[in-house]
């Protein structure tokens, strides 16, 4: 009935019904054209710039009326020639045609490039006080290190990155106020080549005045003349202000660090021949005080809980204080450590005071201890991914041990001075999550027992090497190794001999529950072996698992070493601060099957 009533009103007022389906038929469409591209034999990079200049034209396709139609399409053809231009094409075939499918419109384009044109003849032209007889290597220098040189390919990135490459290694020394005043590209399509012309005036030559600071409020300006130092008159030289600028901002001390020669305003300088520049120094300090914390989870220790204190500028002099506190079900700590600024060849001095209590199977210790550590990081190569880190340490601990039913030394006092050496080099593809590389560390020790008037020696070297096994995969390898040196009767520190066992060691026993034993007390011994091969499979860039055995003994000799043999799987996690793992170990000497964890969370 209401479809009757619909009909009769349309017929009363004239509106034919074929008329509406028409007309709607008719409506514009907002349908982006679907872009079809003859590849012609471009190479990839270059259809990527054609793809790229098409696709901002197309855009404005999808909201187009009849009368722009045709001149987006010329917009269009346009674009792909000027983004074959990009590539060294001066002279090409482009053709748009327009159709129409099932989607809606088609562009159809084909191409034929042409040549690409290559550079037939390049000109760098010098003008300033680079052009003195003092100079000539110099200029040759840099026009043999010109990057589009004859013969290139004429792609647009090079022309540009050449021109500032150029530009950047005239002002690099002497001539900070170089500027390039002219540059210029010949195009001839008919011979597809093209003659380049750059002009450079370097100025006069540039010599450092005095350092002016901005930016300090807390810091002394003691510390910028600390690392900055020359005598006005000194020839500019972007790698020593480089160096500087490392130096203050490996301080810790500020937030960022700015050094350039501070310009004068207007063009009068350029007529001199020398220019002597103050050096500006800008600085943001880093906050004087900071409070962090910590709290990590392990199958060794339980939950661990740390806060540390920093205090930059202690007594108004560049010093750094550092006091924290930790504490786990086996050990706890306080310490207060005093920071140096970094030395010259980047190494930090730090002194300090420690209190530390552990009890670690049947083994208790308090020590009070003071000392003096030397580290640096550093690399011999600055352009390799390998890495150093060596460390000199001066301690003297004074101990009071505790060793449950050990019929020989139950309760005894240990005052030791010990002096540390210890160096890591470091070769992987990523700090964190290592997929292929290796890593070495070696240490040295020296101590003395005061009590018993004897002296003891340690060496230890360890090292781990990753495989990578095809697209995400890794096959590990660890080995360590170490060795005391005393006599039979000797007692040296906790911490200076050696124990194994659970994670990152040998899994699937207890932590540090392999060593000599004292009683019931398992103690530092003399020799450690230790070697470890794990699979790990990951199923994306996240997850994964792991197949691992582990084998080694922490015995007073290696000729008394029974190895301790463990396996498992496990279940691997990757994160920012590398991976966790949750591994379940068998022990076969033990025949206990553990699980293994390590999380870490800071805030």
């Given at each position: 009935?209401?479809?009757?009533?619909l009909?009769?009103?349309?017929?009363l007022?004239?509106?034919?019904?074929?008329?509406?389906a028409?007309?709607?038929?008719?409506?514009?469409?907002?349908v982006?054209?679907?872009v079809?591209?003859?590849?012609?034999?471009?190479s990839?990079?270059?259809?990527?710039?054609?793809?790229?200049?098409?696709?901002a034209?197309?855009?404005?396709?999808?909201?187009?009326?009849?009368?722009?139609a045709?001149?987006?399409?010329?917009?269009g053809?346009?674009?792909?020639?000027?983004?074959?231009?990009?590539?060294?094409?001066?002279?090409?075939?482009?053709?748009?045609?327009?159709?129409?499918?099932?989607?809606?419109?088609?562009?159809?384009i084909?191409?034929?490039?042409?040549?690409?044109?290559?550079v037939?003849?390049?000109?760098n032209?010098?003008?300033?006080?680079?052009?003195?007889?003092?100079?000539?290597?110099?200029?040759?220098?840099?026009?043999?290190?010109?990057?589009?040189?004859?013969?290139?390919?004429?792609?647009?990135?090079?022309?540009?990155?050449?021109?500032?490459?150029?530009?950047?290694?005239?002002?690099e020394?002497?001539f900070?106020?170089?500027?390039?005043?002219?540059?210029?590209?010949?195009?001839?399509?008919?011979?597809?080549?093209?003659?380049?012309?750059?002009?450079?005036?370097?100025?006069?030559?540039?010599?450092?005045?005095h350092?002016?600071?901005?930016?300090?409020r807390?810091?002394?300006?003691?510390?910028?003349?600390?690392y900055?130092?020359y005598?006005?008159?000194?020839?500019?030289?972007?790698?020593q202000?480089?160096?500087?600028?490392?130096?203050?901002?490996?301080?810790?001390?500020?937030?960022?660090?700015?050094?350039?020669?501070?310009?004068?305003?207007?063009?009068?300088i350029?007529?001199?021949?020398?220019?002597?520049l103050?050096?500006?120094?800008?600085?943001?300090?880093?906050?004087?005080?900071?409070?962090?914390?910590?709290?990590?989870?392990?199958?060794?220790?339980?939950?661990?809980?740390?806060a540390?204190?920093?205090h930059?500028?202690?007594?108004?002099?560049?010093?750094?204080?550092?006091?924290?506190a930790?504490?786990?079900?086996?050990?706890?700590?306080?310490?207060l450590?005093?920071?140096?600024?970094?030395n010259?060849?980047?190494?930090?001095?730090?002194?300090?005071?420690?209190?530390?209590?552990?009890?670690?199977?049947?083994?208790?210790?308090?020590?009070l201890?003071?000392?003096w550590r030397?580290k640096?990081?550093?690399?011999?190569?600055?352009?390799?991914?390998?890495?150093?880190?060596n460390?000199?340490a001066?301690?003297?601990?004074?101990?009071?041990?505790?060793?449950?039913?050990?019929?020989?030394?139950?309760?005894?006092?240990?005052p030791?001075?010990v002096?540390?050496?210890?160096?890591l080099?470091?070769?992987?593809d990523?700090?964190?999550?290592?997929?292929s590389?290796?890593?070495?560390?070696?240490?040295?020790g020296?101590?003395?027992?005061?009590?018993?008037?004897?002296?003891?020696?340690?060496a230890?070297?360890?090292?781990?090497?990753?495989?990578?096994?095809?697209?995400?995969?890794?096959?590990?390898a660890?080995?360590?190794?170490?060795?005391?040196?005393?006599?039979?009767?000797?007692l040296?520190?906790?911490?200076?001999g050696?124990?194994t066992?659970?994670?990152?060691?040998?899994r699937?026993?207890?932590?540090?529950?392999?060593g000599?034993?004292?009683?019931?007390?398992?103690?530092?011994t003399?020799?450690?072996a230790v070697?470890?091969?794990?699979?790990?499979?990951y199923?994306?860039?996240?997850?994964?698992?792991?197949?691992?055995?582990?084998?080694?003994?922490?015995?007073?000799?290696?000729?008394?070493m029974?190895?301790?043999?463990?396996?498992?799987?496990?279940a691997?996690?990757?994160?920012?601060?590398?991976?966790?793992?949750?591994?379940?170990?068998?022990?076969?000497?033990?025949r206990?099957?553990?699980?293994h964890?390590?999380?870490?969370?800071?805030f």
């Amino acid at each position: 009935m209401h479809t009757l009533r619909l009909l009769f009103f349309l017929c009363l007022f004239g509106v034919p019904i074929l008329s509406l389906a028409q007309a709607a038929e008719e409506l514009p469409k907002n349908v982006k054209p679907e872009v079809v591209i003859d590849p012609s034999g471009l190479s990839p990079d270059t259809l990527v710039a054609v793809q790229k200049g098409i696709s901002a034209i197309v855009r404005q396709a999808d909201d187009q009326d009849a009368g722009e139609a045709e001149r987006i399409r010329r917009k269009g053809r346009d674009a792909v020639i000027s983004a074959l231009a990009t590539k060294g094409y001066f002279s090409p075939e482009v053709t748009l045609e327009v159709g129409e499918d099932i989607g809606g419109d088609t562009w159809d384009i084909s191409i034929e490039p042409g040549e690409v044109s290559k550079v037939s003849s390049v000109n760098n032209i010098f003008f300033g006080r680079i052009t003195e007889p003092a100079y000539t290597d110099r200029v040759e220098a840099l026009r043999q290190s010109w990057g589009l040189p004859v013969g290139e390919d004429f792609i647009n990135e090079k022309w540009s990155n050449s021109k500032t490459a150029l530009l950047d290694k005239t002002q690099e020394k002497d001539f900070y106020l170089a500027r390039m005043t002219q540059t210029q590209a010949v195009v001839n399509p008919a011979t597809a080549t093209v003659e380049t012309t750059t002009i450079i005036d370097s100025g006069p030559s540039v010599t450092l005045g005095h350092v002016e600071v901005i930016g300090l409020r807390r810091v002394p300006l003691s510390l910028i003349h600390r690392y900055i130092q020359y005598t006005p008159g000194t020839r500019y030289d972007q790698d020593q202000i480089d160096e500087w600028q490392s130096k203050l901002q490996s301080t810790n001390f500020f937030r960022g660090v700015f050094i350039h020669p501070k310009i004068p305003s207007g063009e009068a300088i350029y007529s001199e021949a020398t220019a002597q520049l103050p050096l500006q120094v800008r600085v943001t300090e880093a906050p004087a005080k900071t409070i962090t914390g910590s709290l990590a989870v392990d199958d060794s220790v339980g939950l661990r809980a740390e806060a540390v204190y920093h205090h930059q500028v202690v007594w108004g002099k560049p010093i750094t204080l550092e006091a924290g506190a930790g504490a786990d079900i086996e050990t706890q700590r306080a310490y207060l450590d005093f920071y140096l600024p970094p030395n010259q060849n980047g190494s930090v001095d730090s002194f300090g005071l420690m209190l530390r209590h552990s009890d670690i199977n049947d083994e208790e210790v308090y020590r009070l201890g003071i000392g003096w550590r030397r580290k640096r990081e550093f690399k011999l190569d600055p352009n390799s991914r390998v890495e150093f880190e060596n460390s000199w340490a001066a301690m003297f601990n004074y101990d009071r041990v505790r060793r449950k039913d050990d019929p020989l030394h139950p309760d005894f006092i240990l005052p030791a001075p010990v002096l540390t050496y210890d160096i890591l080099r470091r070769d992987v593809d990523d700090k964190y999550n290592p997929r292929s590389g290796n890593l070495i560390a070696l240490g040295v020790g020296v101590g003395r027992n005061l009590n018993q008037h004897k002296n003891f020696y340690r060496a230890a070297a360890r090292t781990q090497v990753w495989f990578p096994v095809g697209k995400r995969d890794i096959i590990t390898a660890r080995v360590e190794v170490g060795k005391v040196w005393a006599d039979e009767d000797a007692l040296f520190p906790d911490d200076f001999g050696y124990r194994t066992g659970g994670a990152r060691t040998i899994r699937g026993y207890k932590y540090y529950g392999i060593g000599d034993r004292a009683g019931r007390a398992i103690i530092g011994t003399r020799a450690l072996a230790v070697g470890s091969v794990e699979y790990m499979r990951y199923f994306n860039d996240t997850l994964g698992m792991g197949v691992f055995v582990d084998v080694g003994d922490a015995a007073p000799s290696f000729r008394e070493m029974s190895m301790h043999i463990g396996y498992g799987v496990g279940a691997l996690i990757k994160t920012p601060v590398g991976p966790l793992n949750l591994d379940l170990a068998y022990g076969q000497k033990d025949r206990r099957i553990r699980l293994h964890f390590s999380l870490g969370i800071a805030f």
